[in-house]
């Protein structure tokens, strides 16, 4: 049986990936909005260009969901921890 000093130190590596998680998540997310931008001005006027910015555009809100998530699950776990190690 693990004891409470093991699932409180697995529990800060939930919440260290989850950081890096969202870290990279807000790269990433950054990077399809300027991609998004640069494609809806190159392809203006084509049916089949304007869908593919618009599913880069959705593409950088689910990476920007996927931050929050992230935050909350952090979060979560760092009160988690706080109430464990009182």
């Not at 931008?37 to 689910?62: D, F, I, M, P, Y």
């Amino acid at each position: 049986m693990a004891s409470i000093q093991d699932v409180v130190n697995a529990a800060y590596r939930i919440s260290d990936g989850a950081k890096q998680v969202r870290e990279r998540s807000e790269v990433c997310a950054s990077t399809l909005e300027r991609h998004a931008a640069t494609l809806t001005a190159l392809v203006r006027g084509s049916r089949s260009g304007e869908e593919a910015a618009t599913e880069v555009h959705a593409a950088s809100r689910a990476v920007r969901e996927c931050m929050a998530r992230m935050v909350a699950l952090q979060s979560k776990v760092d009160a988690f921890v706080h109430d464990a190690t009182k």
